[in-house]
């Protein structure tokens, strides 16, 4: 029982990163028709700039160790200790949700140059078109973080206070059972950020009228509305979930320069699954195959079947789309 709980939670926080980027995908499908193939690298984006804020507080000068007196020894200290003490250092040791304040404008300026400079131009192209050149642009991204960070992972910690783990165990009369604490808060801030995003479209007004262009941009137009305006900045909202995304995700998984391919591939076969265009389609999608694949990557199950874990996925997904073609909720 204990196992089975433990991988439905691994496959919750994995499901909420699927679902996110999904929801991303989605979205710009939905208003524009890109099919956006450098949407994973903004993921990656979001969770350098974790690195980038972690590497800006922790800035340091060498300082002498008073505690080695037999010898002059000096180590790194970051200048916030040597300015605030422990005000400096908690400000440290929170870089990861400082830096969902820091991403959340920098993702926007991001998603909106990229809409502006460039998806823009190939609307009314073949989806074909829209892949290579996204494609492109995705890999130009990759190289330029591979160029200024390097090719290695880069560690970036959670915070002290939530480093450790839950005895979750204790609500289900189960003893032993505990999960990190930074994973449920990634599946409460997934939930949260989807929970935000379709109250935006179904409860304001510019929502609303989004979503009516979303059916009918022609309509939409012909009453005076600058549909146009309103989808670019769609793009850059969805550009900030992904963005957010990828900063609270750096401490399950360190940043590398490929991140972004590596969950932009499952995360097109998700919005596939859930039916291209297809919100609640997307974010279901997410949580089911991300449940499906912790499951399949249990040992138990690998014995039995070798290396399905790398491929139920896509398993589900040609099987999902030969009973249902148009995906889980995608429209007839």
């Known amino acids: 029982m204990d196992a089975i709980l433990l991988q439905i939670l691994n496959g919750l926080d994995k499901g909420g990163a699927y679902a996110l980027i999904a929801l991303g995908l989605t979205l710009v499908f939905g208003t524009l028709g890109v099919v956006n193939f450098a949407h994973g690298a903004l993921f990656m984006l979001g969770a ?14 060498k300082v002498k160790d008073e505690s080695i007196t037999f010898f002059d020894a000096y180590k790194e200290t970051p200048y916030l200790e040597l300015w605030w003490g422990d005000i400096g250092t908690a400000i440290i040791d929170f870089a990861v949700p400082i830096s969902i304040l820091v991403a959340i404008p920098v993702m926007l300026l991001i998603g909106l140059a990229m809409e502006r400079g460039l998806v823009r131009h190939f609307y009314k192209r073949d989806h074909a078109d829209q892949i290579l050149v996204t494609f492109g642009l995705a890999i130009v991204i ?7 960070f390097g090719a290695n992972p880069i560690p970036t910690a959670a915070p002290a206070a939530v480093a450790g783990s839950a005895n979750i165990g204790a609500l ?3 003893d ?6 930074w994973r449920m808060m990634y599946l409460v801030f997934s939930l949260a950020i989807i929970g935000a995003v379709f109250a935006f479209l179904h409860m304001t007004t510019f929502g609303m009228v989004v979503r009516a262009g979303m059916h009918d941009r022609e309509t939409v137009g012909l009453l005076g509305i600058n549909i146009e305006r309103r989808f670019t900045i769609v793009f850059g ?5 992904a963005g957010l995304a990828g900063v609270m995700y750096t401490p399950i998984l360190p940043p590398d320069y490929h991140m972004g391919m590596d969950f932009l591939v499952l995360s097109f076969v998700v919005v596939v699954v859930g039916g291209m265009g297809s919100l609640g389609g997307a974010v279901a999608a997410g ?26 996925i896509y398993l589900v997904a040609v099987i999902i789309l030969l009973v249902r073609p148009r995906g889980l909720l995608g429209k007839d």
């Open 142 to 148: 990759q190289e330029i973080i591979k160029a200024n």
């Open 48 to 61: 350098f700039v974790a690195v980038s804020v972690q590497g800006l507080l922790t800035i340091s000068k």
């Open 172 to 174: 289900f009369g189960i």
């Open 237 to 241: 909202i969805a550009a900030i979930v």
């Open 287 to 312: 949580f089911l195959l991300g449940i499906l694949q912790s499951f399949a990557s249990m040992n138990e199950v690998k014995s039995i079947l070798p290396g399905i874990d790398q491929i139920i």
């Open 176 to 181: 032993g059972l505990v999960y990190p604490w």
